[in-house]
């Protein structure tokens, strides 16, 4: 059934006389929509299977106060304007702040990190961090044994005021231990904690998942350039996992703390460990250039990296790597770089890129997508500058090898200072590309 405009200014009328709001016709449409199609399934009939599970549905709604039942054309409305909010900023911005909302940060293979702790969180705290086969070589092991109270696990974990916390979950939502970010200096670097403290989940890789996670986040959305962590030189197994992770050893301070070792307490040494964030290399774009082609992915080398391939050499470092794909072969490319270790990465500025994606060494893929028609013509987008089917035409060279880049007028297009502002070596790289290609600004 189709609804009328004078099915809706009705619905619009009866909604303000019960509830005394005006409804905007897009709010009335989908609420009214959903009203009649839910009146249309409760009459119709209901197999003979289901009568005992509708009767004992309907006993229970009967059972419930007046005052707790669900008002549905309310709830209708708002889920309306629900819809309307989604619409208005996008799908994809739309579940973001879902996820920012429920504190889900990031997402492994097999745990999940929610930001801050729980009040339900410090009863089950307060029983690992007192058990000494948990804490035994922790910098702070002999006080922490004698904490009493989940006050006293609240007053210890808020030390420090720019400590972020993650707690950990398994993906079947069971709470396993923590991880934080804290003694942030500027950009320069801050430092790492991690505590697997269900016993039962030891020995199953889940340390070093959480380490390259949170070495993703660290890297490619805070922007560090080095993490550091302290251990003691006695536990070899957490020494283990952060040499795996990327970590190397620094130095040891010797005699700093007092652990739990062998059944009895110990002077032992802190290992100091870092792990800096990797520039990408010309050999690491040209890897995965040739695996990408071996999967039958066609990129197109874009941004700091097309300029360095137009001018055949590279002239200055690089953090991240910009490719164009076939907007048909981005779920692809997506899982590929996925079981490699990369995770996606959320940006403001969204409309850039159709998908950012970093791994734990801080290397970063930002990714534009575009399709074609059955001509083979690239069609136009409307975000940022997009491409057009003479934006895809340039050729050059990384580490010796020929590759598949924007044209040098498409990099002197989206680099006019108009969209983004512009930093010296943008300018630097301009100049460069009108230069030898007869560009004119």
């Known amino acids: 059934m189709s609804l009328t405009k004078e099915d809706i200014e009705k619905f619009k009328k009866l909604y303000k006389e019960q509830y005394d709001e005006e409804l905007n ?102 029983a690992w961090l007192t058990d000494l086969e948990i804490i035994g070589y922790l910098y702070s092991a002999k006080r922490m044994v004698g904490f009493r109270t989940t006050k006293d696990i609240k007053n210890f974990l808020v030390k420090e005021k720019d400590e972020i916390f993650w707690r950990i979950y398994t993906n079947d939502d069971k709470f396993i231990g923590y991880t934080s970010l804290c003694s942030f200096q500027g950009k320069e670097q801050c430092e790492f904690n991690i505590f697997i403290l ?76 870092e792990i800096v964030k990797k520039e990408m290399q010309d050999k690491d774009v040209i890897d995965l250039y040739a695996k990408l082609e071996d999967l039958g992915i066609k990129i197109w080398i874009d941004g700091g990296w097309a300029v360095d391939a137009l001018l055949g050499e590279q002239t200055r470092s690089h953090e991240d790597l910009d490719v164009a794909v076939e907007r048909k072969n981005l779920t692809k490319l997506r899982e590929y770089l996925e079981s490699k270790g990369y995770n996606e990465i959320k940006r403001d500025e969204d409309k850039m890129w159709d998908l950012v994606m970093g791994d734990d060494k801080g290397h970063e893929l930002d990714i534009h997508a575009f399709s074609l028609d059955d001509k083979g013509s690239v069609i136009a987008e409307e975000y940022w500058d997009g491409y057009s089917s003479n934006s895809l035409t340039g050729s050059g060279i990384i580490d010796g090898q020929t590759v598949r880049c924007v044209s040098p007028e498409q990099l002197v297009k989206t680099h006019d200072g108009t969209k983004r502002k512009l930093k010296d070596s943008d300018h630097e790289d301009m100049d460069a590309l009108c230069s030898k290609f007869g560009i004119k600004l």
Do not use: C
């Not at 989940?201 to 805070?222: D, P, Q």
């Not at 009895?264 to 040494?269: F, I």
């Open 198 to 273: 269900d016993k039962n989940y030891w020995g199953k890789s889940i340390g070093l998942e959480v380490t390259r996670l949170i070495l993703g986040y660290a890297f490619n959305r805070l922007e560090m350039k080095k993490v550091v962590l302290e251990t003691s030189e006695f536990h070899q197994g957490a020494i283990k996992l952060y040499e795996k992770a990327g970590f190397r050893k620094v130095k040891v301070v010797p005699n700093d703390r007092t652990v739990f070792h062998n059944g009895e307490w110990v002077l032992s040494g802190s290992l100091m460990m």
């Open 25 to 126: 016709d897009f709010v009335a449409y989908e609420a009214a929509n959903h009203l009649v199609n839910m009146i249309r399934a409760v009459y119709k009939p209901i197999p003979k299977a289901d009568e005992d599970l509708y009767n004992k549905l309907e006993k229970e709604h009967e059972a419930v106060p007046e005052d707790k039942k669900i008002d549905f054309v309310k709830h209708l409305v708002e889920d309306a304007k629900l819809t309307e909010f989604k619409n208005e900023i996008g799908e994809k911005k739309y579940w973001e702040l879902v996820r920012m909302a429920n504190g889900m940060i990031l997402q492994g293979n097999q745990v999940n990190l929610k930001k801050n702790f729980l009040k339900e969180n410090y009863p089950q705290l307060l």
